[in-house]
């Protein structure tokens, strides 16, 4: 301020002392000008790049430097000191060109600017670049990236294919996790791209695959009206998780929807690390479907192409025949009786005289063969007998001797028995009565329209029979020992049945069917 | 022919679950399971020997929910509390309740610390074989049938490395890996009530004394024959409890000494110097020739029950199911052995044994019986030198005391 009061003065005292003809206007100040050194270059992602700013006709030199506009830039477009250092950013900018800018101090409407071009120099590698994972199996991937410069070296994963949203999933460290469901085509595309230049990318191809085996346990036949548990297991590679969901149908050439049964009570579990056990109650129908089989198919909701299937066929009715078909006896004379039981393995049957169960004095009786006197056959195991007449002609004359099958199915009834096993696992349940193979009993069924029959009330409708020391069988009911505790006259009752001979414990039956039912 | 059953059975049948009579002592048993030794050893011990079904035990490792869909038509579950948050709580007081009972227990490893935090969910049939232990109040099943009060599905592993569902890993030979506690929601007749409701409801059954039992399976029991063990499988009438409520005094009030043993040999502590004492010895027929013909190999009587008394108090300590051993690698010999432990030490015991047909029958205990064996036929590929078959209980003798020397 005080130099330039100085100068001013001194014009002053030369315009009042010197010549005074008219003079020219004083010349303009000189325009002050910036120059940015290098106008142009390029700089790779994370490196640095020095700049020069010239500033003329003006002593004032200083400059403030900034990046398209921003002072001193910032991450996205890289930044720069006040010396005019710039530092590229580490990811690619959009555009990848920025302005840098020298703005003089000695005037802030002059500049200069230079053009600065960010580049990178990354190359990308993947490991493994081609892979086979197996449904719901995991497979890692490795991206390698190499530079020369300090670019973000972050890794964008990502998947695509014709697969399409069905392709599976990665995380963000390149791990791969295939589909549960195998996708069709089974094929993915695994991509690898560099956040720092997004043009460097690199892919690999990844085919899903399905090695899982499904294996179908189904009885080779169902009796009408009977059910069978169909068990479907599903082993799958170590590691890998293929959904487990099964869609299970029926069809027959004899039969389609309902007439082909029914299925119900479907339960999954795992039966191992590698095996997966689902198993499905199916019910077959009453009549028998013409032809006689039913075929079940049980898809892999993971791949449909691993469908297992089972056929089976729904028995007919047994049938018995007895021979003689005729016979003429005289009183007290006897005849042997055979039955002859077909297309089942169960030979037992049940002998009556026009319709008693083992006869009676006045219709005959069925005895042992040989037995004198008569023994009554009481076991459903005995297939030859005595007919013995009796010892006067009897009002109904002739009279009928008829074997009925064990195994009959018209007469025969399915017994859902709580609990069982399925590979290595055991589900049970205190209490449920048991049953040996071959063992005899007899068991009162309950059960709500539409489902099987089970034992009602456990040990209290089980009834077993069981050979005395002198071979005779007698029944035992499996809570005879209990007083029962009636709801209705609450009081305890005593009294279970126990070491009754059969053919007492048929009576008794028989009288409370009779008395209960008039 | 169905209808003609059931209405034989309403009236000469009564109800199941119903109380007790004779006061006879038998058994504490348990679930037995026999390793599969077609599994490599690693995962299978490689013996046939039959092992005790139980939970794997360490602090919070049991987990326990319960259903708080309850049955509303009618209402199944009596409370004394009516509104509805305090139903709930007043029921998951008795659940807790009946869990503490078996966790009062002394020297066991099981501790109140065992089991984690009790939680409920909303969820209506909720059990299933999903690998969580699920208490369900109004989810119908197959196993209920008229009478049936309770029952505990329990699935258990015959080998390691297994789950079921979201289970964990069996770590453990015979973990269960799954337990789901039903009460019977579909028989009108048929209500609970918790102790606080028990006295205004005479007709309903003590859900404590039910949830007690069941949760005796829950952890591995089988039944007992000791009528006053909480694991006889026949319920106390309506209106009445089994033994003593518990008390903060005596947690485990609601047991029998035949539960608290039969607890000790299944979770035993081996920090507990007291329940240390063991009897063991064989039974055998006065007459050799009453031994089952077949299965072949049986030297001794099956089923048995072998009670041990203490000779001061005359009370029944504990009792086990007799008639068979194992030495690795199996399979079980039906030689007539019986062990019982977990017996207080400085005590004289009396011991005897009688027939399994008295207050019980072998069907209760079937899954400590019938699951002794496996062979070819129930299970295929099981190696011959194995494989065994379980005889039928010997129920055909009596026992007789035999004077003193």
């Known amino acids: 301020m005080f130099i330039a009061l100085l100068a001013g003065a001194g014009w002053m005292l030369g315009c009042t002392a010197g010549s005074v003809s008219p003079s020219p206007p004083p010349a303009p100040p000189p325009t002050i000008a910036v120059v940015v050194n290098p106008m142009n270059m390029s700089v790779l992602l994370g490196n640095q790049a020095t700049f020069t700013a010239t500033v003329t006709n003006t002593g004032d030199t200083a400059v403030s430097w900034s990046v398209n506009g921003v002072p001193g830039g910032n991450a996205t477009l890289g930044t720069i000191t006040s010396a005019g250092m710039y530092t590229a950013p580490l990811d690619t900018p959009s555009p990848a060109t920025v302005q840098v800018t020298a703005t003089s101090h000695a005037d802030a409407t002059k500049s200069g600017t230079g053009t600065l071009a960010i580049t990178s120099d990354i190359a990308l590698s993947l490991t493994p670049n081609r892979a086979s994972v197996e449904l719901g199996a995991t497979q890692a991937f490795q991206a390698a990236l190499t530079t020369s410069a300090h670019p973000d070296t972050s890794i964008r994963w990502s998947l695509s294919g014709p697969c399409a949203s069905g392709c599976g999933s990665v995380d963000a460290t390149g791990t791969y996790t295939a589909p549960r469901i195998l996708p069709s085509p089974a094929i993915a595309t695994m991509t690898a791209q560099s956040v720092a230049d997004p043009s460097k990318q690199i892919s690999a191809a990844v085919a899903i695959t399905s090695s899982f085996s499904l294996q179908l346990s189904a009885p080779s036949s169902v009796p009408a009206g009977g059910t069978a548990t169909i068990v479907a297991t599903m082993t799958s590679v170590p590691g890998s998780n293929p959904s487990t969901a099964l869609s299970w149908a029926l069809s027959g050439p004899g039969c389609s929807g309902g007439s082909c049964g029914v299925l119900s009570a479907v339960t999954t579990q795992s039966a191992s690390g590698n095996s997966v056990a689902s198993s499905v109650t199916y019910t077959s129908p009453r009549a028998v479907p013409s032809p006689n089989t039913v075929t079940m198919t049980v898809a892999p909701q993971s791949d449909p192409s691993k469908t297992a299937q089972a056929t089976f066929a729904i028995q007919s009715g047994v049938s018995v025949s007895v021979s003689p078909s005729t016979a003429t006896l005289a009183a007290n004379h006897r005849v042997v009786l055979n039955a002859q039981v077909n297309s089942t393995s169960n030979t037992g049957v049940m002998w009556s005289v026009n319709g008693i169960a083992g006869g009676n004095t006045a219709f005959g009786q069925i005895c042992a063969v040989g037995s004198n006197p008569c023994q009554p056959v009481t076991s459903t195991t005995t297939s030859q007998v005595d007919y013995l007449a009796p010892g006067a002609i009897p009002s109904a004359n002739p009279v009928s001797a008829t074997a009925v099958s064990a195994a009959d199915s018209t007469k025969s009834a399915s017994i859902r028995m709580l609990g069982g096993s399925i590979g290595s696992l055991h589900s049970r349940i205190e209490g449920v009565p048991a049953f040996r193979a071959g063992e005899e009993a007899y068991v009162f069924l309950w059960a709500r329209e539409g489902e099987p029959f089970r034992v009602l009330g456990w040990s209290q409708g089980t009834f077993r029979i069981m050979k005395d020391s002198r071979g005779i069988e007698r029944v035992t009911q499996d809570s005879a020992a209990v007083p029962l505790f009636d709801p209705r006259t609450r009081r305890f009752q005593h009294g279970g049945i126990r070491s009754l001979p059969v053919a007492i414990f048929q009576l008794k039956l028989r009288k409370a069917l009779e008395e209960k039912m008039p | ?405």
Request: proline share 7%.
């Open chain 2, 1 to 405: 022919m169905k209808l003609r059953a059931k209405q034989i059975f309403a009236s000469a049948l009564a109800i199941f679950y119903g109380g007790w009579f004779a006061p006879v002592a038998q058994a504490y048993s348990f679930g037995m399971i026999v390793p599969d030794v077609r599994q490599p050893a690693a995962i299978s011990s490689g013996s046939a020997c039959p092992v005790r079904t139980r939970q794997l035990v360490s602090a919070g490792r049991i987990a326990v929910r319960w259903s708080t869909a309850l049955n509303t038509n009618p209402v199944t579950i009596l409370t004394q509390n009516q509104t509805a948050g305090g139903r709930l709580t007043e029921i998951e007081q008795v659940i807790a309740q009946s869990l503490a009972v078996w966790t009062g227990v002394s020297g066991t490893t099981l501790v109140p610390a065992t089991f984690a935090p009790l939680t409920r969910t909303a969820t209506q049939n909720a059990c299933g074989s999903d690998g969580v232990n699920f208490i369900c109040f109004d989810q119908a099943d197959m196993a209920f049938t008229p009478g049936v009060l309770a029952f505990t599905r329990v699935i258990s592993t015959d080998r390691l490395g297994v789950q079921v569902g979201g289970s964990a890993v069996a770590t453990q030979f015979g973990q269960i890996l799954d337990a789901d506690i039903y009460f019977n929601p579909s028989d009108s007749g048929t209500t609970y009530a918790t102790p606080q409701a028990l006295a205004a409801n005479p007709k309903a059954y003590d859900l404590e004394s039910l949830l007690t039992h069941e949760f005796g399976h829950f952890l591995g029991f089988s039944h007992s024959a000791v009528w006053s063990a909480i694991m006889f499988p026949f319920a106390p009438a309506p209106g009445t409890f089994s033994g003593m409520r518990p008390t903060s005094q005596q947690p485990d009030a609601s047991l029998g000494d035949d539960d608290r043993t039969g607890l000790r040999v299944l979770y035993s502590d081996p920090a507990d110097t007291v329940h240390l004492g063991s009897i063991n010895g064989r039974i055998f027929p006065a007459n050799s020739l009453a031994l089952p013909a077949s299965p072949p190999g049986v030297t001794g009587v099956f089923g048995a029950q072998v009670v041990a008394v203490d000779a001061a108090g005359g009370a029944v300590v504990g009792a086990t199911i007799g008639g068979w051993s194992c030495a690795v690698p199996g399979p079980a010999q039906f030689d007539g052995r019986y062990q019982i432990d977990g017996l207080a030490v400085g005590h004289s015991y009396t011991v005897y044994a009688e027939a399994l047909n008295v207050a019980v029958d072998p069907s209760q205990f079937a899954n400590a019986t019938v699951s002794l064996c496996r062979n070819a036929v129930s299970d295929p590929g099981w190696p011959a030198l194995q494989g065994c078959v379980v005889p039928a209980v010997d129920v055909s003798f009596s026992a007789r005391t035999r004077p003193g020397p």
